[in-house]
C-alpha cells in the first residue's frame, strides 16, 4: 500500500514564494515521486513538473523559470520550489509516482491547496 502526502501549500501573495514537498512510504516499488500536477476550479488537471525517463527535468511553459523540481532520492522525497507566484497558479497540487500495473498513471496524494492572491 503505497501512500503519498504533499504538503508546504497555503495562502500567498502574488511574487511571493513557495516549496511544496512530496513524501511517500509503503513499498519499494512504485513508490519513486516523479512529477508535480494540479488542478485549478473547472480545469483538467496539468502537467507542472516532472522528471524525464532521461533524468532531466520539464516544465510547463507557464511556470518556466519561475518553478524548479528536485528531490532527495534516499529519503523518497520530491520538491517543487515555486517562485514569483501568480494568481493563476492558484490550484491543488498534486504529487504523482511512477506508474505501474496497479496504478497506470502512478499514486496520487490528496493534494494540498495553493492560493495566490493580488
Known amino acids: 500500500q503505497v501512500q503519498v502526502v504533499e504538503s508546504g501549500g497555503g495562502l500567498v501573495q502574488a511574487g511571493g514564494s513557495l516549496r511544496l514537498s512530496c513524501t511517500t512510504s509503503?513499498?519499494?516499488?512504485?513508490?519513486?515521486?516523479i512529477g508535480w500536477y494540479r488542478q485549478a476550479p473547472g480545469k483538467e488537471r496539468e502537467l507542472v513538473a516532472r522528471?524525464?525517463?532521461?533524468?532531466?527535468?520539464t516544465y510547463a511553459n507557464s511556470v518556466k523559470g519561475r518553478f524548479t523540481i528536485f528531490r532527495d532520492n534516499a529519503k523518497n522525497t520530491m520538491f517543487l520550489q515555486m517562485n514569483s507566484l501568480k494568481v493563476e497558479d492558484t490550484a491543488v497540487y498534486y504529487c504523482?509516482?511512477?506508474?505501474?500495473?496497479?496504478?497506470?498513471?502512478?499514486?496520487w496524494g490528496q493534494g494540498t491547496q495553493v492560493t495566490v492572491y493580488s
Open positions: 504523482n509516482t511512477e506508474a505501474n500495473p496497479i496504478a497506470p498513471f502512478g499514486f
Open positions: 522528471f524525464t525517463s532521461a533524468g532531466a527535468t
Open positions: 509503503g513499498s519499494s516499488f512504485s513508490d519513486i515521486p
